[in-house]
């Protein structure tokens, strides 16, 4: 599907207009004072869940800001979108211990969009269901993990019974946010596409705000990180996926093989 690119622009200005082709779900080259139905794609629900974790609406009801220390992340983010605009060094907000960047873009008709389905300005806290096609759950799911999950892959050597020590291989997915109402909607969404089921949890921050979790444990981590990364070539987060793929693959006959001591490495991404 052709659009043309800032027509009235511009005929304004005296130029040529040009006919581009950009993908359906790219907002920036859409109408922008439009509300728009976009249309919902692996590259769009992933956007979703980086914006649900780790994105901002601005309260001037146009800006949408994406934030990550990860300098991919936010490439990817801007590839997805279809984006020209700069990506900048930003504030750290005191927790955070490598620098941060961000991306800022400009568009009504998304921004109102985004509103419409479950995104809002301030949204830490009160954030609730977002309303994803179960067809591209999975891919949202992929951009909630890169924005806010964790995965854990480590090896376990202080189990011991009966003198002798057993090396066991452990292997995490956690999911986390500050909403109860979120997490409990993503919890039942896990559930309802995936049919996978975590541990859903509750902790106290210094800051006396409560985060919640949902963990899974070994093999349902690795189904979890089988059914996200279901093909290649997918929007990810490089480094999050090349660990997914080293778990993925160490499965055989239904079955974890254990890393040789000198392969072995302890993984802990966020």
Not at 34 to 50: R, T
């Amino acid at each position: 599907m052709s659009e043309l690119a800032d027509d009235r622009d511009s005929k304004s200005r005296g130029l040529t207009a040009v006919w581009v082709r950009v993908p359906p779900w790219a907002p920036n080259m859409r109408p922008k004072h439009q509300k728009n139905d976009f249309h919902w794609s692996p590259e769009l629900a992933y956007v979703i869940g980086l914006l649900v974790t780790d994105g901002n609406l601005s309260k001037d009801k146009r800006h949408i800001i994406m934030r990550s220390s990860d300098m991919d992340l936010l490439q990817t983010f801007k590839k997805c979108l279809n984006l020209s605009n700069k990506i900048s060094q930003s504030y750290n907000n005191g927790y955070a211990t490598k620098p941060s960047y961000r991306i800022q873009f400009g568009n009504v008709g998304f921004y109102n969009w985004l509103m419409d389905i479950g995104l809002m300005p301030n949204k830490t806290h009160v954030i609730g269901e977002i309303k994803i096609p179960d067809e591209f759950f999975r891919d949202f799911l992929r951009g909630h993990l890169d924005g806010d999950g964790t995965i854990y892959h480590y090896q376990d050597r202080y189990n011991i019974y009966k003198g002798k020590r057993y090396i066991n291989t452990r292997i995490y997915t956690k999911f986390i946010s500050a909403s109860k109402i979120h997490i409990e909607w993503l919890n039942k969404k896990i559930i309802k596409c995936l049919h996978l089921k975590g541990s859903l949890t509750c902790h106290k921050l210094k800051s006396l705000k409560w985060m919640w979790e949902i963990k899974f444990s070994k093999y349902d981590s690795i189904k979890l990180l089988q059914k996200i990364y279901y093909r290649d070539y997918l929007p990810s987060l490089e480094r999050k996926k090349n660990l997914a793929r080293k778990i993925i693959s160490s499965i055989k006959n239904n079955k974890l093989i254990r890393f040789n001591n000198t392969e072995y490495k302890t993984y802990v991404l966020r």
